[in-house]
């Protein structure tokens, strides 16, 4: 990915602008007529079925996958040409209980892992001690934002699911990006612990004016946090606030099986759906098991 730096951007500008966007995956269309856009400081959820092109929405703004149809412009100018000021975790399995890598290098690794394998702080004080001493500031400050603190210093391994999404979220953050991709980060997390990131993520939001976009399957753990999410399924998609995105009609149509939208007592949306409805596309999944149910304040 070009490490180009992001020119500035006028405030009100999307960091994400796609308008009749389509992508293409071996010779698959994947999904078509694409239009959004995410600003700065904004939480945004991607929810779908399985195969839908979740991910894939992802990889069209890092400029990984061919949008042959439509614009897409993020940060600025071409997809692809904006690295610098891009974050991103791919999707990933926890890491092994044997892995004696620290917490805290894996954060580091954000800084020059890519061009340096393994950091090696003794060598970097002795190149460099005003750079060693500011890029250790640094390190500090994104592990003490996503509240990892506590345990930057143990072993990745030792460290719960949630603990080690903490410390490669701060990882991805490093570098100051204004946008943050994060692919599936609550996959295989405990509810508590998708509540504990996906609250951490809004906060990040607020505090460090990032746009995140966050690949999930469940919408109930994000919807109290989100400022906007993007349903992606049967090749299309819709996106927008969730009071404007999570009605009976929308949802309907763009899984093309009846979803309806509720109220239970406390005033909280709830989303209901048939199960054991196969989608297009080869998708078996239902959207009732695949993130659609969910609740929201």
């Given at each position: 990915m070009n490490k180009v730096p992001a020119a500035p951007l006028p405030p009100d500008a999307p960091v994400v602008r796609m308008r009749g966007a389509a992508a293409v995956v071996g010779g698959r269309q994947i999904w078509s007529e694409v239009s959004l856009d995410v600003h700065q400081g904004q939480f945004v959820a991607v929810l779908g079925p399985n195969g839908a092109g979740k991910s894939t929405l992802l990889q069209a703004v890092l400029g990984m996958t061919p949008t042959p149809e439509g614009t897409v412009e993020v940060l600025g100018g071409a997809p692809g040409r904006r690295g610098a000021g891009i974050g991103?975790?791919?999707?990933?399995?926890?890491?092994?209980?044997?892995?004696?890598?620290?917490?805290?290098?894996?954060?580091?690794?954000?800084?020059?892992?890519?061009?340096?394998?393994?950091?090696?702080?003794?060598?970097?004080?002795?190149?460099?001690?005003?750079?060693?001493?500011?890029?250790?500031?640094?390190?500090?400050?994104?592990?003490?934002?996503?509240?990892?603190?506590?345990?930057?210093?143990?072993?990745?391994?030792?460290?719960?699911?949630?603990?080690?999404?903490?410390?490669?979220?701060?990882?991805?953050?490093?570098?100051?990006?204004?946008?943050?991709?994060?692919?599936?980060?609550?996959?295989?997390?405990?509810?508590?612990?998708?509540?504990?990131?996906?609250?951490?993520?809004?906060?990040?939001?607020?505090?460090?004016?990032?746009?995140?976009?966050?690949?999930?399957?469940?919408?109930?753990?994000?919807?109290?946090?989100?400022?906007?999410?993007?349903?992606?399924?049967?090749?299309?998609?819709v996106s927008g606030n969730p009071q404007e995105v999570i009605t009976g009609d929308k949802l309907t149509a763009l899984y093309g099986i009846p979803i309806e939208v509720l109220r239970d007592s406390t005033g909280r949306l709830v989303v209901v759906g048939q199960p054991d409805i196969p989608a297009t596309h080869g998708i078996a999944d239902s959207a009732a098991g695949q993130g659609i149910s969910g609740t929201m304040p």
């Open positions: 991103y975790l791919p999707q990933r399995r926890a890491f092994d209980t044997s892995v004696r890598i620290r917490g805290i290098d894996i954060v580091r690794l954000g800084l020059d892992g890519a061009r340096w394998g393994t950091p090696m702080p003794w060598l970097s004080k002795v190149v460099s001690p005003e750079r060693f001493r500011a890029r250790q500031r640094r390190v500090h400050e994104v592990i003490e934002l996503v509240g990892a603190t506590a345990y930057a210093h143990r072993p990745i391994g030792q460290c719960s699911g949630g603990e080690q999404q903490r410390l490669l979220i701060a990882q991805a953050l490093i570098r100051r990006p204004r946008l943050l991709l994060l692919d599936e980060p609550l996959d295989s997390l405990d509810v508590p612990s998708q509540a504990g990131i996906s609250a951490l993520v809004r906060d990040i939001c607020h505090q460090e004016r990032v746009a995140v976009m966050l690949v999930a399957h469940d919408v109930n753990p994000i919807l109290p946090y989100l400022d906007s999410l993007i349903y992606v399924a049967r090749g299309a998609a």
